[in-house]
């Protein structure tokens, strides 16, 4: 079992930036993947970001790369999302999850809002 949750959600304007931590607990954190996910209103989940156990080859959607960064810190056993110069359609719930088998994410944190306004 893994138990996730999100903090640093909130209101910004158009531009600014925003962290979002995920806070891991359960499992031994440096040992499974982790990813960064959103869903937008009347929209399906889409995905943000994949950060590897090590931190390394971290891997962006198009529509946030070059604006957000992922990183992690094993010994806290919290991953980041670092967003700036965000957007109005950056506008979503935001959701960490752990992929534990290299075969699909496994669990799922409860999210938190981000709301860019224009």
């Known amino acids: 079992q893994v138990q996730l949750v999100e903090s640093g959600g909130g209101l910004v304007q158009a531009g600014g930036s925003l962290r979002l931590s995920c806070a891991a607990s359960?499992?031994?954190?440096?040992?499974?993947?982790m990813g960064w996910f959103r869903q937008a209103p009347g929209k399906e989940r889409e995905f943000v970001a994949r950060i590897r156990r090590s931190g390394g080859n971290t891997v962006y959607a198009d529509s946030v790369k070059g604006r957000f960064t992922a990183s992690r810190d094993n010994a806290k056993n919290t991953v980041y999302l670092q967003m700036n110069s965000l957007k109005p359609e950056d506008t979503a719930i935001y959701y960490c999850?752990?992929?534990?088998?290299?075969?699909?994410?496994?669990?799922w944190g409860p999210g938190t809002q981000v709301t860019v306004s224009s």
């Open positions: 359960g499992r031994t954190f440096s040992s499974y993947a």
């Open positions: 999850a752990a992929d534990l088998y290299s075969s699909g994410y496994d669990y």
